[in-house]
């Protein structure tokens, strides 16, 4: 495994991301104490001033503002905004790309297909602006007609994780829009260029359409300005990506205020491989889920649960394959594992590993740190560990490239295992028996909000809802009928007769 031997210096990425930003669209941000670092070298990519307690009530109230006209535009109008926004980021998908590489350390295939994933939520938003359906039920009562219908919200406080600094956005303000809802934004602190460039790109779609661009606002900061969001009645919706410290903060202070809240938390998401499977496929996809993005997506690959008689053959493939793996610089072609976000991350990946091998562990690779860019910068090689049992560290979710192993000898143990930990996101079994498959995707199956066949548990696509269960947080984003999240329902009962019968047959007076 050889790893990229370029290391760029941090003064041409800076340049680089002055040279996007501008390409799109974006004023580059009065410099401050919020410092923005690339993790390909650690170093300055730039700093900005986080908004003021002041400057967030401000764009609460412009959101508010602008709600109160918005929500009367009819919803195929509004969606323009949106088909405008998937045009502009269609042309600049491979600006925006790179600044998702510079900032976040995605690989450029990775960050490419995150704006992919936009561009096809804003498509999926605009079939969904016609489509925004209530029932009508039959009444019991004569002459009367029973209906539901759907209304915006209000403004939606979008609350993102550094690891899809782009696609979850817009899967939370594409809907949103169309929905009738305004949106206010704040990314991960650690990634804000890219927030600014996207927080241009709508405002300049919304401009060119001739709609209000307020119903759009960025707010930068740390985190107490997504508490300011939290806490303000007038935010309708608080839809909130990351860990489930920060749900756990999140849910309750957004329920005492009788908000509405959707919370996409942790997973800790494990792939069941059966005698029966294919392990080439299983192979390619555990190795994608596993090690791709270097472990930091909410639906990576983190528990591999591999029956007795297939466990040795599997591993034997995944290990080779592992030392093919080019760890380094993500602007390199042929790097396929880019960096760790921070040094915290790199940190917990240590002591998740040593706490491994203290429960029994085996470290079969990985693990060790390799030199691209110098001391600031975090690369390592994704790791194996062979656990005699799921332990407590198996439980919890490490954020990065650590793909623990264990062995079942009935598909029932195998489900408990699966089960068997406090998060419930993603899921997916390996094998070539379809009486296996459903017995996973049954209801005594997988228990997680995604849970797929022959396919890994990371990448899925925008049409489906996505989200997941237990301390996953409950929420649904993106596709199928998520919207709903995003919308109040109202149930109306008119009354066409000349009658006024009661419902229940009850008789009054
Ligand atoms: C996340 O990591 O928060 O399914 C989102 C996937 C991507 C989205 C991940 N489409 O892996």
Known sequence: MTPALTAPATSELRSRAEHLLAALGATRPEPGPLTVRTPITGGELASLRPSSSAAIDDAITKASNAFQSWRTVPAPQRAAVVRRLGQLLTEHIGELGELVTLEAGKIGAEARGEVQEMIDICEFAVGLSRQLYGRTMPSERPGHR???????????????????????WSWNTAIALVCGDTVVWKPSETTPLTALACHTLLRRAAV?????????QLVQGAVEVGEQLVDDERVALVSATG???????????????????????????????TPSADLELATRGVVFAAAGTAGQRCTSLRRLIAHADVVGPLLNRIEKAYHQLRVGNPLDDGVLVGPLINQRAYRSMQDAIARAV???????????????T????????????????????VREET??????????????????LHNGVPQGLSSAIFTGDQREAERFLAADGSDCGIANVNIGTSGAEIGGAFGGEKHTGGGRESGSDSWKTYMRRATNTVNYSPDLPLAQGIQFG
């Open 146 to 168: 029973l209906m539901e219908t759907w209304h915006p919200l209000g403004v939606v406080g979008v609350l993102s994780a550094f690891n899809f600094p782009v696609a979850v």
């Open 208 to 216: 060119e359409v001739g709609a209000d661009p307020d119903i759009h």
């Open 243 to 273: 860990s489930v410290r920060m749900g756990r903060a999140v849910g309750p202070r957004v329920a005492a205020r009788f908000g509405r809240c959707l919370l996409e938390l942790g997973g800790n998401n494990a792939a069941v491989v």
């Open 358 to 372: 203290d429960d029994g562990g085996e470290l079969l690779c990985g693990a060790e740190r390799v030199m691209v």
């Open 374 to 393: 110098g001391e600031n910068s975090h690369y390592v090689r994704p790791a194996i560990v062979r656990m005699p049992a799921q332990t407590a560290v």
């Open 399 to 416: 954020f990065a490239p650590i793909l623990y192993v264990l062995t079942y000898h009935d598909l029932d143990s195998a489900i408990a």
